[in-house]
T-cell receptor, first 109, second 116 residues
Framework: AQRVTQPEKLLSVFKGAPVELKCNYS??????LFWYVQYSRQRLQLLLR??SRESIKGFTADLNKGETSFHLKKPFAQEEDSAMYYCALRDTGFQKLVFGTGTRLLVSP | EAGVAQSPRYKIIEKRQSVAFWCNPI?????LYWYQQILGQGPKLLIQ????????DSQLPKDRFSAERLKGVDSTLKIQPAKLEDSAVYLC??????????????FGPGTRLTVT
């Protein structure tokens, strides 16, 4: 069965500190992995996807098939990064998304 | 472009009552999704439409939930009768097809349902 695990409900850091939001997945095939973000009072929106291999707002995520992980990283956190972050997996069949439980990132000044 | 629209934004009902939610996807998006997000959890897919056909409804509690997308555009999700455990945010999303599969999903603002 497909499963996405985000072990941390809350991650609190100071501005300028490095950030790593953990995501592990289980999937028998070749998955597509995504990070979605929801800022306060805004809609859930796509942050980045592993196939793009790009950095968005300073965030990067590398798919590690050996460890079945897709951790989200940023070297220097900003206060505006405070939000709810969801890791998601898309199966290649029906193309549906399976979400993790989310991690709330709080960046303090 | 206009985003995904949902109404109502908030709804409070008593258990055993019925409720309906409406979604208008982004123009031209053939695929529409309904998700249920219970407090403290990630969104869970209830049903996925491709135009007006159902692609996946494996997690839809069919004894009380129903959804339709008659003309392949707007969609409604209904709960009848509601239970306390149906209290959640109901999200609608839409996407289009791109080379290699479905493009990213765009989410609506959600409807927060409270069942008392």
């Amino acid at each position: 069965a497909q499963r996405v695990t985000q072990p941390e409900k809350l991650l609190s850091v100071f501005k300028g500190a490095p950030v790593e939001l953990k995501c592990n997945y289980s999937y028998s095939g070749s998955p597509e992995l995504f990070w979605y973000v929801q800022y306060s009072r805004q809609r859930l929106q796509l942050l980045l996807r592993h196939i793009s291999r790009e950095s968005i707002k300073g965030f990067t995520a590398d798919l590690n098939k050996g460890e079945t992980s897709f951790h989200l990283k940023k070297p220097f956190a900003q206060e505006e990064d405070s939000a709810m972050y969801y890791c998601a997996l898309r199966d290649t069949g029906f193309q549906k998304l399976v979400f993790g439980t989310g991690t709330r990132l709080l960046v303090s000044p | 472009e206009a985003g995904v629209a949902q109404s109502p934004r908030y709804k409070i009902i008593e258990k055993r009552q019925s409720v309906a939610f409406w979604c208008n996807p982004i123009s031209g998006h053939a695929t529409l999704y309904w998700y249920q997000q219970i407090l403290g959890q990630g969104p869970k897919l209830l049903i996925q439409f491709q135009n007006n056909g159902v692609v996946d409804d494996s997690q839809l509690p069919k004894d009380r939930f129903s959804a339709e997308r008659l003309k392949g555009v707007d969609s409604t999700l209904k709960i009848q009768p509601a239970k306390l455990e149906d209290s959640a945010v109901y999200l609608c999303a839409s996407s289009s097809w791109a080379s290699g599969g479905l493009d990213e999903q765009y989410f609506g603002p959600g409807t927060r349902l409270t069942v008392t």
